[in-house]
């Protein structure tokens, strides 16, 4: 059995991995670590976990977490990478739910994220999480930072448009000018408090936010420029809340060059992601719905072209929390550790 340790366990994407992780056949839970919850029991605070989970919160100093194998940080910004070394010292795997082991760039870590980057050698052996981009480095990793939740749906949004492997090395779209309109559900603000989230401020109601630069931006960015092995790409990209709990939903724009246009993208996009067991590819003219997904670790990805014009859209949907966020967490593992990818992820989305 792998032993895990998850810090941050009382916020959404540590609760995530527990209802994920105690559905493992081969993942023991060792620890899990809240300083305000402390010595609380887990199924007190979440009680759907009753019966699943018999562990007290303990503070992060108490969790022992150097005799885990693998410890997931669940918390915010800035957490992961004050444990990483010791952590790695002892051979314990680490995988960052936040955004510490994202950015490559320490100038633009610091920019976007407001703090000094503490462990830049570790952020350069650091792969980032995302298994159908990156799936070989993962396996390999020690120190994983997950993709964030809208980087998640942008970027296997557009991977087939970009990668070679798929285009051929033909230039099919403006990379330039790609646009990106992305809505989440209110979890993806997390469990603290915020007047935002209220019940009151955030339902019967639509707003974009971040407009004029939101941290996901270079993280998207840089993750397409990899993916198309060059600099040429340029993003729009808009978040914005929806009254709903989980959900993304991604509509992204672009518009097809002259070779783009003689492409038969359903095809496109069916044989790139023909092994993924997470990426479903819906039948043409499909209209993805959160709710297709909410609770499982699929994406969903409907291809459009209307008026078979030079403009293709592409709808995008997943759950933030799973595979946004903790399901992912979990695919990485599973990487990390040999096992079957699809392990402990074979949960159907909630029906209705
Ligand atoms: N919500 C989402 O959809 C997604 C979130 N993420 C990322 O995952 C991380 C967690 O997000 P989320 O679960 O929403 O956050 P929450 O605010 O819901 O939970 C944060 C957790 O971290 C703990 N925590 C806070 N500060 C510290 C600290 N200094 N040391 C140790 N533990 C701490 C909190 O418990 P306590 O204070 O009691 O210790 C709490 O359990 C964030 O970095 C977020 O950006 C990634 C993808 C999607
Ligand atoms: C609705 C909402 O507030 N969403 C968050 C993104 C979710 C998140 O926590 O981002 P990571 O995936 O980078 O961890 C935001 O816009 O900052």
């Known amino acids: 059995m792998i032993k895990v340790g998850i810090v941050g366990g009382t916020g959404y994407t540590g609760v995530e991995l527990l209802r994920l992780l105690t559905q493992h056949p081969e993942v023991k839970i060792q620890a ?54 010791e952590l790695l010292a002892a051979g ?21 994220y407001g703090m000094e980057h503490s ?15 990156n799936r070989d480095a993962i396996q390999k990793a020690r120190v994983v930072g997950l993709a964030g939740c809208y980087p998640t749906s942008v970027q296997l949004g557009l991977a087939p448009l ?15 000018h790609i646009i990106s309109d992305s809505k989440s559900g209110t979890s993806g603000a997390g469990r603290k408090a915020e007047i935002g989230t209220l019940m009151a401020e955030a339902s019967d109601n639509f707003k974009a936010y971040g407009v004029k630069g939101h941290r996901h931006l270079p993280e998207i960015v840089q993750g397409l420029k990899a993916i198309a092995g060059h600099e040429q790409i340029g993003l729009t990209f808009v978040p914005h809340l929806t009254p709903m709990i989980r959900g993304i939903h991604s509509t992204l724009y672009v518009r097809l060059t002259e070779a783009g246009k003689a ?90």
């Open 119 to 133: 462990c830049p050698d570790i952020l350069a052996e650091a792969v980032y999480g995302l298994p159908e981009i």
């Open 162 to 176: 970009l990668s070679p492997k798929a285009t051929g090395g033909k230039q099919l779209i403006d990379g330039e």
């Open 32 to 85: 899990i670590t809240s300083r305000t919850e402390a010595g609380m029991s887990v199924a007190d605070m979440f009680p759907s976990l009753r019966g699943r989970v018999d562990l007290k919160f303990t503070t992060p100093e108490d969790a022992k977490l150097t005799e885990c194998d693998a410890v997931f940080f669940a918390t915010p910004h800035g957490v992961a990478m004050s444990q990483a070394k």
């Open 263 to 352: 492409v038969d993208y359903q095809k496109l996009y069916e044989n790139f992601y023909k092994d993924e067991p997470f990426v479903d590819v819906m039948p043409a003219g499909s209209h993805p719905e959160t709710r297709s997904v909410r609770g499982s670790n699929g994406l969903r990805i409907a291809i459009h072209r209307p008026g078979n014009g030079d403009t293709l859209v592409i709808l995008v949907v997943e759950d933030n929390l799973v595979k946004g966020a903790s399901g992912q967490g979990v695919q990485c593992l599973n990487l990390m550790f040999g096992l079957p990818e699809t392990m402990g992820l074979t949960q159907i989305a909630l029906l209705p």
């Open 92 to 112: 314990v795997k680490v995988l960052d739910l936040a955004a510490d082991f994202r950015l490559k760039d320490i100038a633009e870590f610091q920019k976007w």
